[in-house]
């Protein structure tokens, strides 16, 4: 059995950039730079202590209270990107984890980590202003393309959690229904079906329109073609990334 642990976790509050000391017209705040956290860290319903969001219209909230990203996938944006990649968090995760991808994990999963307990809720879909952040114009396109998105969870139960803690797995209502699965349909549905607009047994989140739900709530369609590191990389960039948020940007990030 794969070794399943949370490596590091990062907060971050909403930070101001620009302004006529950068030279720019307009300054503009994210959340999306976060700094590792060493010890235990509090979860509560919708956030870690230390960390919120810039822009709740659509991040955070019970539904998207933390934000997951494996570390395997930081190798192939190297490669892919053709760039030195900071890690932890260079995708503005909270919690980097090891052992769990997304033909792995499944909407709905229920899982203990640390004294809080958890569940898988929705993909974390890529946002274009991931893309101005790192200054890549097409890193969200690419992050929907390959499925690497991460997902996010909502709390079960508060609790402490700390850097290295196990995932266990302690409930898969929808063992058919990896995030892989959720992720590719956004893709490749170009149709709507009658607007079921309805919520798993298991409160999983759906998008209308995306997915439908048969009548007794269950989730329609077998996932097919799920695994990511089948696609082809493109050509490199050669460009390093940093940290440091990128200058003359005016619009408001995560």
């Not at 659509?58 to 930081?74: L, M, N, Q, R």
Request: hydrophobic fraction near 30%; proline fraction near 11%; charge should be positive.
């Amino acid at each position: 059995m794969r070794d399943q642990r949370i490596l590091s976790i990062q907060v971050g509050l909403p930070r101001s950039f620009g302004g006529d000391s950068a030279g720019d017209h307009q300054p503009w705040t994210t959340s999306f730079f976060k700094d590792p956290v060493a010890g235990p860290v509090w979860l509560s319903r919708t956030n870690l202590a230390g960390d919120a969001q810039a822009n709740q219209k659509t991040h955070g909230g019970p539904d998207k209270a933390v934000c997951c990203y494996p570390s395997e996938h930081y190798g192939l944006w190297e490669r892919r990107l053709g760039r030195d990649i900071p890690v932890p968090g260079a995708f503005g995760e909270n919690f980097t984890t090891r052992g769990t991808l997304e033909i792995d994990a499944c909407i709905g999963d229920v899982l203990q980590l640390g004294d809080a307990i958890c569940q898988i809720s929705q993909p974390r879909p890529p946002c274009w202003k991931m893309s101005r952040c790192w200054q890549i114009p097409d890193l969200a396109a690419q992050v929907e393309q390959t499925g690497l998105t991460g997902w996010y969870l909502r709390v079960l139960q508060e609790g402490y959690i700390k850097p290295g803690a196990s995932i266990q797995l302690l409930e898969r209502p929808e063992p058919k229904w990896p995030i892989a699965a959720r992720t590719r349909s956004s893709i490749t549905e170009n149709t709507v079906r009658p607007p079921f607009k309805r919520w798993l047994p298991v409160r999983c989140w759906l998008s209308p329109g995306v997915i439908t739900c048969s009548a007794n709530g269950q989730l329609e369609r077998e996932p097919q073609n799920l695994n990511p590191y089948k696609l082809n990389d493109p050509p490199n960039a050669n460009v390093p990334i940093s940290r440091t948020p990128p200058p003359n940007q005016t619009q408001e990030l995560f």
